[in-house]
T-cell receptor, first 117, second 113 residues
Framework: GAVVSQHPSWVICKSGTSVKIECRSL??????MFWYRQFPKQSLMLMAT?????????EQGVEKDKFLINHASLTLSTLTVTSAHPEDSSFYIC?????????????FGDGTRLSIL | DQQVKQNSPSLSVQEGRISILNCDYT??????FLWYKKYPAEGPTFLIS?????DKNEDGRFTVFLNKSAKHLSLHIVPSQPGDSAVYFC????????????FGTGTRLTIIP
C-alpha cells in the first residue's frame, strides 16, 4: 500500500530555533501533500496544502512566514517552523495523495512531535 | 466552529461485540466522508469511506452508514477485536476530488478482552 514517511518523529529544541520536517511519499508520486497540526486531545487541523512546483495554500489563521512549506519534487514536501516558540509545540502530520484519478484517499505519515523549550 | 463532531470522546466495548462510533456534521456541502484509525505517535490510517450517493459501505468487519438528512454517519465494527483499540477520526470533504479534509475530534475506542 501507499507509504508516507515523515522525519524526524520527535524534535526537542530551544526557543528561537528553526525546525525542518520532511514528508516523503515512498512508493508513489504525490502532486499534492498536506500539513496538519494536532493539539492534545483535539482534532487534526489542516494548516496548508502543498502543490509540487508551486506555492502552498495556507488555511485561514496560519502564518505563512512562520510555517514555510516547500514541495520541490513529486515525492518530497518540507515544513519549516521558523523561529519556533513554545506555543508552536504540537504534533505535526503530513499526508499525501496520489493522482485524484487513482481514487485513493490521503495517506498519512506518522507525525512529528515538536517540543520547544 | 467544529463542523465535524464526534460527541463521544471514549467508548469501551467487550471483545466480540459490536462497536458503534458516531459522527455528526453541520456543513451541508460535505459530500464525502472517511474514517481513520490512529494509534499513539502514529499518523492516521485510512479505514473506509462513503460518498453521499450511498447510505452504506461495507469492508470486512467495518461498515459505515450515512444519514444525509440527519447529517450523521456511523462506523460499525463487528466483531470487535483487541487490535481495534485506537482513536477513530471521522473526516469530511466537499467532494472526492476536493482534498481538504475536515476532521472530527476523535473517539477513543477500547476493546475489553
Amino acid at each position: 500500500g501507499a507509504v508516507v514517511s515523515q522525519h524526524p518523529s520527535w524534535v526537542i529544541c530551544k526557543s528561537g530555533t528553526s525546525v525542518k520536517i520532511e514528508c516523503r511519499s515512498l512508493d508513489f508520486q504525490a502532486t499534492t501533500m498536506f500539513w496538519y497540526r494536532q493539539f492534545p486531545k483535539q482534532s487534526l487541523m489542516l494548516m496548508a496544502t502543498s502543490n509540487e512546483g508551486s506555492k502552498a495554500t495556507y488555511e485561514q489563521g496560519v502564518e505563512k512566514d512562520k510555517f514555510l512549506i516547500n514541495h520541490a519534487s513529486l515525492t518530497l514536501s518540507t515544513l519549516t517552523v521558523t523561529s519556533a516558540h513554545p506555543e508552536d509545540s504540537s504534533f505535526y502530520i503530513c499526508s499525501a495523495r496520489m493522482d485524484p484519478a487513482s481514487n485513493q484517499p490521503q495517506h498519512f505519515g506518522d507525525g512529528t512531535r515538536l517540543s520547544i523549550l | 466552529d467544529q463542523q465535524v463532531k464526534q460527541n463521544s470522546p471514549s467508548l469501551s466495548v467487550q471483545e466480540g461485540r459490536i462497536s458503534i462510533l458516531n459522527c455528526d456534521y453541520t456543513n451541508s456541502m460535505f459530500d464525502y466522508f472517511l474514517w481513520y484509525k490512529k494509534y499513539p505517535a502514529e499518523g492516521p490510517t485510512f479505514l473506509i469511506s462513503i460518498s453521499s450517493i450511498k447510505d452504506k459501505n461495507e469492508d470486512g468487519r467495518f461498515t459505515v452508514f450515512l444519514n444525509k438528512s440527519a447529517k450523521h454517519l456511523s462506523l460499525h465494527i463487528v466483531p470487535s477485536q483487541p487490535g481495534d483499540s485506537a482513536v477513530y477520526f471521522c473526516a469530511a470533504s466537499a467532494y472526492f476530488g476536493n482534498e481538504k479534509l475536515t476532521f472530527g475530534t476523535g473517539t477513543r475506542l477500547t476493546i475489553i478482552p
